[in-house]
């Protein structure tokens, strides 16, 4: 959004510096992203006439121009097509630093000296014209610096706005933020229009089909304009905020649209096709073509502005070839409307182009400032192209839009902000910003309809504030009051385990929650996956519905680039579609991964990764937490090979998998090596993690260790015969942990070695041999029975 400096203050009556209006209103919150002098290329450059255009010999584009700059006369070569005796002309004087970097000086051309230029607007700086020469009026008096008589002694800011402020989309919008601040009313132009005898309604008619899409359509017509140039004035203000001068009645609705923020758009009565609007939804391939010469075929998103048979304006967004105001217009229909921001959008996205309407109903323009918008340009085309406004808007408002009206606490609105405002200072800065204030116990606040963003009482205490000065709240030394947010037991639980992660040498990766629907179903052909309508890419169309996704994508990436050794982790969502059971759901998760090589250290040699290195890390996170005890259940899960393939279990709860992803999967991904992953939910650890913990004193009493090696057939699960070891040995097992297992040509074919170490201890007193021998006695037996296991004596 661009606008002139000096406009805001003639809005406002103050006498602010630019870089003062630039930096308070910064403080608001209507940030000034840049300040620029538009008079800068004017310096030593004056009105001059042209008295005499003489030939130079051998040139036929160039001739001699002899301009009478009031205390001198001066010959200047010239070149533009334009020049004419008798135009008043910007003289650039020797020494004049113009646009481009141009600096003129005295030269000779053809022989003859020229110490002077001619200009166009783009070497002064005014617009991108470079066709020809500017001309200005005829009662331009020769020899006033041209900024002054320009009244170019102005600034373009140029404010970076949020998308919930339509009304600062404006002159009156950004001195209304500017006049709040000083504690002033702003000055909006107080319209006088008069109207003659006959009526509007007689001329046209409006009918809306669908209300949902546009709430609101006026018109107006006025008769017997002329078309010209506009007065330099509006124009001034139009090429400030870089908006190119067309004629005076299309002129004076962007005039109205940078003044007010509300779009306008005038018609051709005369080639409008009929004197009936319908606001409608266009028909499935139906042709219109836009302004710009360009065909378009439509979809019923886009919202016409029809005559009743065809299209005459893509509504909010361009208006129509057919229907535009040309220099031989006489008669004109005015539109002022307001349209659905979500119906301008998709109209807008398939037209292919962004406007300054558009740009404004999309973020939400004003529906009760319809008629002030249609008077200010309805008058301004009365007194500047002689136009006869006929009496009388055509405004059909179906379901008007009232105002809301929205209670704030001052105590409330002290003990968030930290301050001591009395209740006249906050109702004061309310109704400067034109909300109306009852004060009451509460203040109760009606909401203007230039301001949807504002819908709860915290929003009111935004504009107190923001208004106030976040430099006038005080600082806070301690977290205290309302506002004091604790940290979320999640979002502990999360940091807790990055930092263990981390320290246990993963590395964190972070995706953006999209996958391959190829790949997702390659994981898990079963499982829903929530599909995009508007995707990034054709490779990114669904949501991930498990990690397993984004982080084999990772991987496959990093391995393509020769980084195959990796141990990775991810905490993140995953989600998934409405089921007749449930709603929309995401998912908080956590994976692990790794593959290729260990580093390679002085301690130790790289080795491959395996399904260890996985639940080793499971345990240093279980030990941190002081969980129970980790199982893992075999099981064919989508998504892993069939032979190393688990269901994790905590205290027997599921709470993820874990195993090596099946070959064909990573064969699609082309990743050559092994790769291990588990993967678990937030949501079920979250809540173990947040659970009291229970001192236990040391032991007092010794503890008997003893081991157990034997032979078992390899289909034998190790996990269960511990379990089986815990509970034969009951309470004096304090610990029951498995030491070694072997494979080899020693051993029998079909059979595995294992040995376990118990750790025997009681609280009552110290345990004797025999105590110790009885149950070590009764836990082999159980395991020849159970096992068919053979104890090894050595």
Known sequence: MKISYNWLIELTGLDWSVDEMAERLTNCGTACEDIQAVGRFMDNVVVGEVVELKPIEGADKIRLATVNLGSETKELVCGAPNVAVGQKVPVALVGARLAGDMVIRKAKIRGIESSGM????????????????????????????????????????????????????????????????ASVKVRKPKISLIEVEEKALDIISVAIEDSDACPRYAARVIKNVKIGPSPWWIKRKLLISGIRPINNVVDITNYVLLETGHPLHAFDLDRFGSRKVVVRRARDKEMFTTLDGKEHELIPDVLLITNGNTGVA??????????????????????????????????????????????????????NGVLYAMDRAAALMAELCGGEVLAGVVDCYPKPIEPKTIDLRPQRCNDILGTSLSVERMAQILSNLEFEVKTEEKLSVTVPTFRPDIEREIDLIEEVVRIEGFFNVPDAITNIGPLFTPIHPEDKFVEE???????????EVLSHGLANSKLVKKINPDLPAVHLLNTATAELDVMRNSM????????????????????????????????????????????????????????ETPRLFDFYDLTGALELVRSHFRWGSWSFEAAELPGFDKSLSYIVKLDNTPIGSIGQVASGITDFLDIKQPVLIVEFSIEELAGISTRQIEFTPLPQYPAAPRDIAMMLDLSVPVGEVIDAVKETAGELAESVDLFDVYTGKQIESGKKSIAISISYRSSKGSLSSEEVDAVQQKVIGMLKEKFNAVIRDK
Do not use: Q
């Open 118 to 181: 001619i200009c166009s607007e783009r070497e002064l700086g005014i617009s991108d014209d470079h066709s020809g020469i500017m001309v200005l009026d005829s009662d331009a008096p020769i020899g006033t610096p041209l900024k002054e008589y320009l009244a170019y002694d102005d600034y373009r800011l140029t404010f970076e706005l949020t998308p919930n402020r339509p009304d600062s989309m404006s002159a009156i919008g950004i001195a209304r933020d500017a006049a709040a601040l």
């Open 548 to 603: 397993m996704s984004s982080m084999l994508t990772i991987i496959s990436h990093n391995v393509a680039h020769r980084n195959i050794d990796l141990k990775l982790f991810e905490i993140g969502k995953v989600y998934f579609p409405p089921s007749a059971s449930e709603d929309w759901k995401e998912e908080g998760r956590v994976a692990l991964a790794v593959t290729g090589k260990t580093p390679n250290t002085w301690r």
């Open 314 to 367: 893509a509504a909010g967004v361009m208006g129509g070839l057919d229907s535009e105001v040309e220099d031989t217009t006489t008669n004109i229909l005015l539109e002022s409307a307001y349209f659905n921001p979500s119906v301008i959008r998709k109209s807008r996205k398939h037209l292919g182009f962004v406007t300054e309407s558009s740009t404004r109903f999309e973020k939400g323009a004003d529906p």
């Open 497 to 507: 385990m990055r930092t263990l992660l981390t320290g246990a040498g993963f590395d």
